[in-house]
């Protein structure tokens, strides 16, 4: 086969669950419902900041783009993975494989994008509260969204092209319902250190840079708020983070949880890589509109009023 094959042409198998394709529309039930869930739940935030003038604030703008991120992300993989459960769906030709992976990537590396801006909002909220309004204008936040998707692509975008460049021989049995990065290198015949070193170099100046600057920025927060004298107000104001922090963990936990599991967890059973691997990419989705609607009252006043005006 070798180097003869043209990279169009070739249909990769992505995989379900591993060793129990037997219930394999059991399994999906659980997935729909999360699919569900995250898609109900960004879509009625993102009504709910677009509809409410009340919303139209700094922080809210923010939260809007976390929930199309996490709407984007969401889309990217429930048609394979869905296809997978149902149909038993599992040809995807490379140059769709290539537009999944892109899409899944970008819309991860976004997602840590606005995490950043939103930290910055909270340190800007606290520390220069006269000065907030000034600082994040309405045309400084569309800058802001506006370079978080430049950034996400041009980053992105070389690491995708470089795959163009690879030779597939004896297996194209991908180890996911979806197309990863990782994955689809592990079955090139060709030497993948350059695509190693892109695709390193990408996540660690994207997410890698991000967790840093979040990182810092909450230093900074906490030293502000340790210097506010009454403990009301350190309260009233670590409050305003809260559901951040939330937004924080649930998208780091899980991707740093994946990142060992593939490094370390060579003797776990296929399928707990491939849970670990499918749950990744939809706990943020899911958790961040019910962490927002719980945590924080505007928006969750602005969700009941807006599902009040749907029954009406």
């Not at 939103?118 to 309004?133: C, E, G, T």
Request: charged letters at 10%; glycine letters at 4%; one cysteine or more.
């Amino acid at each position: 086969m070798g180097a003869n094959t043209t990279t169009s042409s070739i249909i990769f198998l992505l995989t379900g669950v591993p060793g129990l394709e037997a219930f394999h529309s059991w399994i999906s039930i659980p997935f729909c419902f999360l699919y569900a869930t995250a898609l109900s739940g960004n879509s009625l935030i993102l009504f709910a900041i677009i509809t409410q003038p009340s919303l139209h604030e700094p922080m809210y703008y923010f939260l809007s783009m976390l929930s199309t991120t996490d709407l984007g992300l969401s889309i990217s993989t429930l048609a394979t993975m869905l296809g997978i459960f149902w149909f038993n769906a599992r040809e995807i030709s490379f140059n769709a494989c290539l537009s999944q992976m892109f899409f899944i990537k970008l819309f991860t590396v976004m997602e840590s994008s606005v995490l950043l801006a939103m930290a910055f909002d909270r340190y800007v909220a606290i520390s220069n509260p006269l000065r907030y309004a000034s600082i994040l204008t309405d045309s400084r936040i569309a800058q802001i969204g506006v370079a978080i998707v430049i950034r996400g692509t041009v980053m992105l975008t070389p690491m995708v092209a470089l795959l163009k460049r690879l030779t597939f021989c004896s297996s194209h049995v991908l180890h996911h319902s979806y197309c990863f990065h990782p994955d689809v290198m592990k079955l090139s015949c060709t030497d993948t250190r350059i695509n190693n070193v892109v695709g390193l170099t990408a996540m660690i100046s994207t997410v890698g840079v991000d967790s840093v600057l979040i990182l810092l920025s909450y230093v900074l927060i906490i030293r502000t708020v340790l210097s506010i004298a009454s403990p009301e107000e350190r309260k009233k104001a670590f409050s305003t983070c809260i559901s951040h922090i939330g937004a924080v963990a649930i998208f780091y936990i899980p991707l740093i949880s994946l990142s060992f599991v593939h490094r370390f967890g060579k003797r776990a059973p296929p399928y707990v890589h491939t849970m670990i691997a499918n749950t990744y990419l939809l706990i943020p989705p899911v958790m961040n509109p019910i962490i927002y609607s719980v945590k924080t009252k505007q928006i969750r006043k602005a969700v009941i009023k807006v599902l009040h005006s749907k029954k009406i």
